[in-house]
């Protein structure tokens, strides 16, 4: 038996996995948002009256914009998604539809590590869009101490649209995941493109030390000479050892999706 071909925004066949994946994340949108922005209020010293309906609106706002990207999500998957790769996917298909699984069957995801992985991607969207300038470091001089900015917003922001694009496949890799729960050939390349992708754009932002705050480089200038060298050289030995680190994770990454496909484990 095959389903008839019907045109849903999203079909029977994931709309449980889009059910679930909308809630969970609607809920974690709204209460990290939620977070930042009494965080904000703390850090900022925002007058009170504010406070609430910014909560609320901010709240709000996370959740249907989550809501939105998830459903966008899966109405991509729907549109692209072969007919017969849908009817495989439905719950309620006869066995004889079924293809017989191979003598030597891939290990399924890991749907814990894949729900940890949205998660993670959903909060950092949350975090670079709303409340990266909270993003700082406690800097003493002198006995006086303050929170210096990290991030310089108006270069972050610059990136901020790229960085936008990559996490939104990352949570279209995470969904296909969920939905054909094994490693196929389209999902090694879209996980390879992903990663190269990542890759590219971290080597951009980390290209120098202009994407760390002004404020704080100014203050690092200020250092007796002798700490203002290793202060810089430690920065820069910082995000070398960053690149370094992403590189073998998603190499590592990469060719795991490649070799589990190939050797079917």
């Known amino acids: 038996m095959k389903l008839a071909k019907k045109n849903y925004l999203i079909g029977p066949e994931i709309y449980e996995t889009y059910r679930m994946i909308a809630k969970i994340f609607m809920i ?10 009494t965080v904000d209020f703390i850090f900022n010293d925002k007058p009170l009256i504010a406070f609430l309906p910014n909560l609320i609106s901010s709240s709000v706002s996370a959740a249907v914009g989550v ?3 998830i459903t966008l999500i899966f109405a991509i998957i729907e549109r692209t998604a072969s007919e017969e790769t849908l009817n495989k996917l439905h719950k309620d298909l006869p066995p ?49 101490g303050q929170f210096v900015r990290v991030i310089n917003i108006e270069l972050f922001r610059t990136y901020l649209p790229y960085i936008n ?24 390349f879209g996980n390879l493109l ?18 760390i705050d002004s404020e704080l480089m100014g203050k690092i200038s200020q250092l007796p000479e002798e700490v203002k060298n290793v202060s810089e ?25 490649f070799l589990r496909r190939k050797k079917g484990t």
Do not use: C, H
């Open 233 to 257: 050289k430690g920065i820069r030995a910082l995000f070398t050892m960053l690149k370094v680190i992403f590189t073998v994770i998603f190499a590592l990454d990469t060719a795991e999706g």
């Open 194 to 211: 992903v990663n190269l992708l990542s890759l590219l754009l971290l080597f951009a932002i980390l290209k120098n030390t202009d994407i």
């Open 67 to 69: 809501f939105g990207a």
């Open 165 to 188: 694009v990559l996490l939104v496949l990352q949570l279209l890799l995470y969904v296909s995941k969920l939905i054909f729960g094994r490693w196929t050939y389209p999902l090694a």
């Open 28 to 37: 974690i949108a709204a209460a990290g948002s939620a977070v930042g922005v």
């Open 96 to 144: 004889e539809d079924i293809e017989e699984k191979p003598a030597k069957a891939q290990k399924p995801f890991n749907k814990f590590a894949i729900i940890a992985g949205m998660v993670v991607t959903l909060l950092l969207m949350i975090l670079f869009n709303q409340f990266i300038d909270l993003l700082r470091v406690y800097y003493t001089v002198n006995g006086t």
